[in-house]
């Protein structure tokens, strides 16, 4: 029988006069180095207007001893099998009650809560608003919309906060680049897109997403939501963005 833990202040009656700005959803598995400065970072912001909600794989390498550590920070936290990454995130929307949501998992660091710009964006009926993040301390990545995301991922999780009433949902078929598919759909469908180059969190490691094995998982996404010849723009591009990204690196030396 698998075992299923649960705590955070929700399930001790906290309950919220209104709904907060933010849901930051936090997915771990078997993560106990970073889940501190990761929850570290998160708290360093919360207020009345922020929810902090963490799902974890059902880890058994003290991530749930750390978890109830930060009990009293936590809004709702949860430990049990899922069925991969996106499953986890499409539980962590299905339990959260922010207007926004904002996915910060195991390597990334909050850096601010952009508040004015966020309220902004609900006035202005925005369905997602895109920030800049930093990578890895050496660089800050920028979002971008429009056709460019046909091909390439350019609304980091980090730094995206979706309307939840609109969110579409994660694909569980996918491994890793099950966001990607998510910001090609919102494409598709029309959603309105407000962009910022305020950096309001950092990303401490490239992950999973960021390996070799993963681009023929980023093809897949972009040949089933856009067709084969943006696949050939795939390819090109990374082979522009590498290069550009090493002369920058080496122009900072």
């Not at 895109?130 to 919309?145: L, S, Y």
């Not at 998982?217 to 089933?224: D, T």
Request: glycine residues 8%.
């Amino acid at each position: 029988m698998t075992t299923r833990l649960e705590g955070g202040r929700r399930l001790r009656g906290a309950a919220r006069a209104k709904p907060p700005l933010v849901s930051i959803i936090s997915v771990v598995f078997r993560a106990g180095q970073e889940l501190p400065p990761l929850l570290e970072s998160v708290i360093a912001q919360l207020a009345e207007d922020i929810e902090l909600i963490v799902i974890d794989g059902g880890s058994d390498d003290g991530s749930v001893d750390i978890l109830r550590r930060f009990d009293d920070s936590i809004d709702y936290w949860v430990s049990g099998p899922d069925r991969g990454i996106y499953d986890a995130m499409n539980k962590g929307i299905a339990v959260a009650s922010g207007k926004f949501i904002l996915h910060l998992n195991a390597g990334d660091r909050l850096l601010c809560i952009p508040r004015q710009e966020l309220e902004q964006a609900l006035a202005d009926n925005n369905d997602v608003a895109c920030f800049a993040v930093k990578i890895e301390g050496c660089r800050v990545f920028r979002p971008r919309t429009g056709f460019v995301l046909r091909f390439t991922n350019f609304w980091h999780h980090q730094g995206t906060f979706y309307r939840r009433e609109n969110h579409m949902g994660y694909s569980t078929q996918f491994r890793i680049y099950g966001d990607f598919d998510l910001n090609q759909r919102m494409l598709k469908a029309g959603k309105s897109v407000r962009l910022s180059n305020t950096v309001v969190a950092e990303v401490i490691s490239a992950g999973v997403s960021g390996s070799t094995s993963a681009y023929h998982e980023q093809n897949r996404v972009v040949k089933q939501n856009f067709g084969t010849p943006y696949v050939w723009l795939a390819h090109v591009w990374r082979y522009v963005w590498f290069i550009v990204t090493t002369v920058d690196r080496w122009a900072k030396r």
